[in-house]
Structures are given as C-alpha cells and as structure tokens.
Antibody
C-alpha cells in the first residue's frame, strides 16, 4: 500500500535551517507529484508547493518562495523540504502528500517543527 | 489567490443525524474541489474529489455536491467515528487553498 514516512520532530533555533524528509513506498515514486503542506492552529492548512519527482520541476506558493526549497532523491524515493531562516512563525506541523490527478490522495504522518531559542 | 470560506466552523450533531458542511470559493473553481477528514493527532485523509467523487474505501454515507463557487459535504447517518475536522480544498488554480475547517462533535 502507498506509504509516506516522514522524518521526526525537530526543535531548531531561530535563524537556522531544517531539512525534512518524506520516504515514499508502495508506488512508483516518479509517477506522482509530491506536495508539502503547513498546518498551524492559527492559519490552518497552507499549501507550500509541489515537485515533480521525475523532472525535479517545482511550483511554489508565493508566500513560501525563499522560505521552502523542494527536492527529491529518486534513488531512494525520498522527497525533501528545506526551510531556511527559521522564525517562530515557522513552527508548525508539516505534511508531505502525494497528488494523483491533482488530488492529494495520500499523506505522510506529519513532522512537527518548533522554532525556539 | 482563491479564498475558500467554510461554514460552520464547528458543529454538534447526534448519532444517526445528517450533517452538511458548506464551502464557498471566491471565484468559479469548476468542480476542482476536494474534502478531507482529519482526526485528532492524525493527518488529513481524502474523502471526496472533483466535488462529488467518493475516494476509494470511503463509506457511502459521505457525499459531495455543488458547482461554480458553492460546494457542500453531506454525512448521512452520523457515526461516532465521524467525529473529526473537515476541510475543503480547491485545486483548480495555484496556489491550492484550503477552507478554515469544520470541527464536528457529538451532541
């Protein structure tokens, strides 16, 4: 079955970067796009961007350009999201989600990021 | 960006009751709408796509309808396992955007 296994919780300091991972299994990694979504209590769910694992092509929500960088490693069927210049406003749960025919039909379990000094 | 306005923000209903959640888009999204269910501490799970298509394995008591800018999710014969938050999401245009969510509780 389709599984997206995300890396664990992170506690990071302001101004630093963090790289989250999402390992896919149960399907052909390059056959579906991968999305990243931010969830906070205050702002709800926000779509960060999407990557085509086959080509590496990306599309970002303008709000997250310069903040998030999406990459993949096809050899390990893993998608990555690097968040840079972290501030407390970046504290959230981040999800990866596969999209098939545009719809996000499988989600990772989420990774909590806490930005605090 | 397309704004998604979801109502109500919270809802209390009894077992066996029928509940309806509404979602309004700030412009026509041509049925490019999905509904997700999220239980506490879990990730969202797809229920409905293309406004009215039931995702594989989702119970038939869930249904979606609507067109243009107005969409709804209906849950027939509410079960205890339906207690969750529900979100709509448009994928007609980037950036994909979500409604603010509806928290469904048992009365």
């Amino acid at each position: 079955q389709v599984q997206l296994q995300q890396s664990g919780a992170e506690l990071v300091k302001p101004g630093t970067s963090v790289k989250l991972s999402c390992k896919a299994s149960g399907y052909t990694f390059t056959s579906n796009h991968m999305n990243w979504i931010k969830q906070t209590t205050g702002q709800g769910l926000e779509w960060i961007g999407i990557i085509n694992p086959g080509s590496g092509g990306t599309s970002y929500n303008v709000k997250f350009k310069g903040k998030a960088t999406l990459t993949v490693d096809k050899s390990s069927s893993t998608a990555f999201m690097q968040l840079s210049s972290l501030t407390p406003e970046d504290s959230a749960v981040y999800y990866c989600a596969r999209s098939g025919s545009y719809v996000m039909d499988a989600w990772g379990q989420g990774a909590s990021v806490t930005v605090s000094s | 960006d397309i704004q998604m306005t979801q109502s109500p923000a919270s809802l209390s209903a009894s077992l066996g009751e029928t509940v309806t959640i509404e979602c309004r888009a700030s412009e026509d999204i041509y049925n490019g709408l999905a509904w997700y269910q999220q239980k506490p501490g879990k990730s969202p799970q797809l229920l409905i796509y293309n406004a009215n298509s039931l995702h594989t394995g989702v119970p038939s008591r869930f249904s979606g309808s609507g067109s243009g800018t107005q969409y709804s999710l209906k849950i027939n014969s509410l079960q205890s396992e339906d207690v969750a938050s529900y979100f709509c999401q448009q994928y007609y245009d980037y950036p994909w955007t979500f409604g603010g969510g509806t928290k469904l509780e048992l009365k």
